[in-house]
């Protein structure tokens, strides 16, 4: 039997760069919230079920379930302070649920909009490089390093550099064997493979695959989505 792939969504922080009275995940992006398109992109054959990790206290994410998932996802009420604390709660509660030989595949609540080729191809790159997966693009621009004034201090050489991108693809009992090591100060779960030695794929990915961080991200994930012809939507 061929392991199955699953999705955790860290969906516990608040979002305070946006400057909203309430987390950014649940935002309004054009009729739904933020969080929403980020769980349809995930509601593909290949994936066999959603775990979204929230706030202990969350009182938002119960308004959404009737809309749409199709018993496809489940809230988890085990999030911690950071991201890397939340995972590692939303792993330990799977423990009994997933194969150590299981795909986990680890998307930012706030990344509405995630292509089904983009997450066919990082899984084909996953199911080939057990120890970690995950989409980026390569840096394009050039990098200024800066001093705490705002001045340029010098030029980073991107020779190399990528930016990281969400989803991220590992094997269910390495990741969480990786968390057993972790500072849980680190900014991703490739961060947490690479501290315990694990070799990280880099599958490229897209520039419309946007983490929506400040405000005017809202607008250009409204513009991507709203352009895009939903018949190409994978079949659920």
């Not at 997450?119 to 800066?146: C, F, S, W, Y």
């Amino acid at each position: 039997m061929v392991d199955q792939c699953y999705a955790l969504v860290p969906a516990a922080g608040n979002g305070s760069r946006m400057q909203e009275k309430i987390p950014k995940q649940y935002l309004q992006l054009l009729d739904h919230p933020l969080i929403w398109y980020s769980l349809v992109s995930l509601l593909h054959p290949l994936i066999e079920h959603i775990y979204v990790i929230l706030a202990p206290d969350d009182a938002h994410f119960f308004l959404m379930e009737g809309l749409v998932f199709s018993g496809r996802v489940t809230p988890l009420y085990c999030g911690g302070k950071s991201r890397s604390e939340s995972v590692r709660n939303g792993l330990k509660y799977l423990s009994s649920t997933l194969h150590p030989s299981d795909f986990i595949l680890v998307h930012d609540a706030a990344r509405p909009c995630l292509s089904p080729e983009n997450l066919e191809q990082l899984i084909k790159q996953g199911r080939q490089n057990p120890e970690g997966a995950m989409l980026g693009l390569p840096v394009a621009d050039t990098i200024k390093r800066a001093n705490s004034d705002g001045f340029v201090t010098n030029t980073v050489d991107r020779q190399g550099l990528w930016i990281a991108q969400t989803p991220q693809m590992f094997q269910y009992g390495l990741l969480s064997r990786a968390y057993e090591q972790a500072t849980l100060r680190e900014t991703d779960e490739s961060q947490v493979m690479e501290a315990a030695g694990y070799p990280v794929k880099l599958v490229p990915g897209s520039v419309e695959n946007l983490k929506v961080t400040w405000p005017n991200d809202l607008n250009i994930a409204r513009f991507i989505i709203g352009a895009r012809d939903v018949s190409h939507r994978p079949r659920v």
